[in-house]
């Protein structure tokens, strides 16, 4: 029975509910009418619910498509305006119990090598990362209860904000591990993370446990109602995902938007962010195994309806995505993007040699985080290395009433274009350098409060002149 409150997966995400949506929304996927007062409502940037955008999602008619595409632009400019947040994931260890058929960290796996980080080795890893001017951390691990503990990983976070080395630091780890109790997430919020992440990978039960054969991730229910445990442990950024390419991507849509109204319904605060992985091939797995692929076209709509559906969330795309997916998808809605990965546990510090890759996924965009940057920079967005919110206590219903108020903009742009400045100063090539510092000159122009534009004025000359760093609105 579905119940948008219960604490229950079956409830909050139930299978009846999606199929009867997807029936709907086939029903009405050529209602001109019901699909024209849709969009309407989501001009209005207060969302949709997941069988509206489900009726988007399914609309095969071209004109309204590109009204589709149109309206996620305009709210991903209205929300985010030109800025993309730049972050970079950093594994700590490939070793996992658990028998997820799609990735290559499985148990049965016994080609590849096992590694985990030693807290010298993070640090290592962290000096590179600070080194190429990244300021936000995604710290990823596979599961296993004997080595990767709850005290690894609070070590691992502890190392990782203790070191500055030269100008650098970071400033924000997020981390990515397996399902635990709120206790557990208690002892998370403590140590200082910013979002806690978890990929649903599916939302279909039934493929769901078939995908995960063996090991405690088995447990479908324990999964998905992981974040409701994530808020009760006082953690209130939480960001989720599904790994497109498992099942039908219409059902894993209504899905993951179900989740985030349960998370808005039960604890008043949506997800922080929603990733947008899609299957890639790897050692061990060949995508072509898994029969229900996206293809580019189909993968850039799904962004642009979860961009109206959620305009108050964060979505980020990893380099699993070449570059030119990755350009596409800007436009209509990514907000965050990583830059210069390495899916390897290790690897900043020094490559992998070649008969010991532990690669997640392949990468499919290898340029280094200067290029990225660059790249940015160069198609008019503002690369921000901001961390800003977390550090002043601007998380969870905080956070997103400032997001949904549009208010938080007076924040973005400023701290955008001094952390910027920042990395220009610090890390960029001398031609990143002269594009960054022409793009910062024209955007403090458009920082519209008198006041906070001489700030940033000032600011920027500190960071430049006087080598003063992290300043922040
Ligand atoms: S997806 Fe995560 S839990 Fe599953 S095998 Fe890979 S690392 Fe382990
Ligand atoms: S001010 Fe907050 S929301 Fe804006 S970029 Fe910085 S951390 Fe993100």
Redesign the pocket.
């Known amino acids: 029975m579905y119940d948008v409150h219960s604490k229950c997966a079956d409830d909050f995400i139930s299978h009846e509910e999606i199929l009867d949506t997807l029936a709907y929304a086939d029903e009405n996927k050529e209602n001109i009418e019901l699909i024209d007062s849709i969009i309407e409502k989501a001009r209005k940037r207060k969302g949709l619910s997941h069988r509206e955008a489900s009726v988007l999602l399914a609309c095969p008619v071209k004109e309204k498509n590109e009204e589709i595409y149109r309206l996620a632009e305009q709210i991903k400019k209205d929300f985010y305006g030109n800025?993309i947040?730049m972050f970079a994931p950093l594994y700590l260890s490939n070793y996992c119990i658990n028998g997820c058929t799609y990735c290559p960290y499985h148990a049965k796996n016994k080609r590849i090598p096992r590694k985990q980080l030693s807290q010298e080795e993070i640090r290592r890893e962290v000096i590179a990362l600070q080194d190429m001017g990244h300021k936000r951390l995604a710290l990823e691990a596979g599961e296993d209860p004997v080595r990767n503990t709850m005290d690894y990983y609070l070590k691992s976070i502890e190392t990782i904000y203790s070191i500055k080395h030269k100008n650098g630091a970071i400033r924000?780890v997020n981390i990515n591990i397996a399902a635990t109790t709120a206790d557990n997430y208690r002892l998370l919020k403590e140590a200082g993370i910013g979002t806690y992440i978890l990929f649903q990978e599916t939302y279909h039960k039934e493929s769901y446990l078939e995908l995960h054969p063996t090991g405690p991730k088995h447990d479908y229910n324990y999964h998905t109602e992981a974040m409701d445990r994530a808020m009760e442990g006082g953690i209130d950024d939480v960001g989720l995902g599904v790994l497109f390419g498992l099942d039908k991507y219409r059902y894993e849509f209504a899905g993951l938007l179900m989740h985030a109204e349960h998370l808005e319904a039960a604890f008043g605060v949506g997800p922080h962010t929603i990733s947008v992985p899609r299957l890639k091939h790897a050692d061990d797995i060949n995508p072509d195994d898994f029969d229900n692929g996206i293809d580019d076209d189909t993968f850039a709509k799904i962004v642009a309806c979860i961009r109206i559906a959620v305009p108050y969330t964060?979505m980020i795309i990893s380099t699993r995505e070449n570059q030119k997916t990755r350009e596409r998808v800007l436009h209509l809605g990514v907000s965050q993007i990583s830059g210069g990965s390495r899916t390897s546990v290790g690897g900043y510090y020094e490559p992998e040699p070649e008969d010991e890759k532990s690669e997640q996924f392949d990468v499919s965009d290898n340029r280094t985080l200067d290029e990225v940057v660059r790249w940015l920079m160069e198609m008019d967005y503002i690369p921000?290395f901001?961390?800003?919110?977390?550090?002043?206590g601007?998380t969870g219903d905080r956070?997103m009433s400032?997001?949904k108020s549009g208010q938080?903009?007076n924040?973005?742009?400023p701290?955008?274009l001094m952390?910027l400045k920042e990395y220009l100063m610090d890390y960029a090539s001398p031609e990143t350098k002269t594009i960054g510092d022409r793009l910062i000159e024209r955007e403090v122009l458009n920082v519209p409060n008198e006041r906070a534009r001489s700030v940033v004025l000032e600011n920027l000359r500190l960071i430049e002149q006087d080598n003063r760093r992290d300043f922040?609105?």
């Not at 901001?386 to 002043?392: D, H, I, L, M, N």
């Open positions: 800025r947040v924000r964060g921000s901001c961390t800003a919110c977390y550090r002043e601007r956070f400032l997001c938080i903009q924040c973005c742009h701290n955008a952390t922040r609105f």
